[in-house]
């Protein structure tokens, strides 16, 4: 299957900073992205659609100022968590969904674990 | 609503053993399903998918899945399972949309017994 890389895989940083997570297609482009939260035990949690070249769609409840998403290339999408607080310590998960066409197929990458102290 | 249940939180099964995972979907249209598979602290690696044709899926790592319209059913099958199988299993379901979103069910936690 494609392959989606996501970096850092783990980040901790105090309350009030902002963190930045890559997420790259690494074998395809992609005009879409996704991002999602997953809290422990529990199923994904879609935050947000990044469209390349155009603004990302977030889900309802998703500040939009909260989570900055931008998708510059055909590669690569950043989300920025900013002025992070504890309660934004999650398990964030990108994908990258595949061309247009019939089979339009997500693709997952591994995973930012992140901690706000 | 369009949803997604899978309605066994968690399965415990012998090495060797076979293996059936559940999923029941609910969906306007014609439904794209999805097998993902979840090692703990890892991202979500794709299973196997369904979009048309022949309703049973072969997919990695030795699994397959049946498509049954009539049943709303997507169930995940592996005939002898390994130690290595146990992770968490995600079943989704996308749409004609084409727009890619997908909507996941809770997940089912599989635990392999020696």
């Known amino acids: 299957g494609a392959v989606v890389s996501q970096h850092p895989s783990r980040v901790i940083c105090k309350s009030g900073t902002s963190v930045k997570i890559e997420c790259r297609s690494l074998?395809?482009?992609?005009?879409?992205m996704f991002w999602y939260r997953q809290f422990p035990k529990q199923s994904l949690m879609l935050m947000a659609t990044?469209?390349?070249?155009?603004?990302?769609?977030?889900e309802q409840g998703v500040e939009k100022d909260k989570f900055l998403i931008n998708h510059a290339s055909l590669t690569l999408s950043t989300l920025t968590v900013t002025s992070a607080h504890p309660e934004d310590s999650s398990f964030y998960i990108c994908?990258?969904?595949?061309?247009?066409?019939?089979?339009?197929?997500?693709?997952f990458g591994p995973g930012t674990r992140l901690l706000v102290l | 609503a369009q949803s997604v249940t899978q309605p066994d939180i968690h399965i415990t099964v012998s090495e060797g053993a076979s293996l059936e995972l559940r999923c029941n979907y609910s969906?306007?249209?014609?439904?794209?399903l999805f097998w993902y598979v979840q090692s703990p602290g890892q991202g979500l690696q794709l299973l196997l998918k369904y979009f048309s044709g022949d309703t049973l899926v072969q997919g990695i790592k030795g699994f397959e899945a049946e498509f049954k319209r009539s049943q709303s059913s997507f169930n995940l099958r592996k005939p002898s399972v390994h130690w290595s199988d146990a992770a968490e299993y995600f079943c989704a379901v996308g749409g004609g949309s084409n727009t890619g979103k997908l909507i996941f069910g809770q997940g089912t936690t599989l635990q392999v017994k020696p």
């Open positions: 990044s469209n390349e070249g155009s603004k990302a769609t977030y």
């Open positions: 969906y306007g249209a014609t439904p794209y």
């Open positions: 994908s990258a969904l595949t061309p247009t066409g019939l089979m339009r197929t997500q693709y």
């Open positions: 074998d395809f482009q992609a005009t879409t």
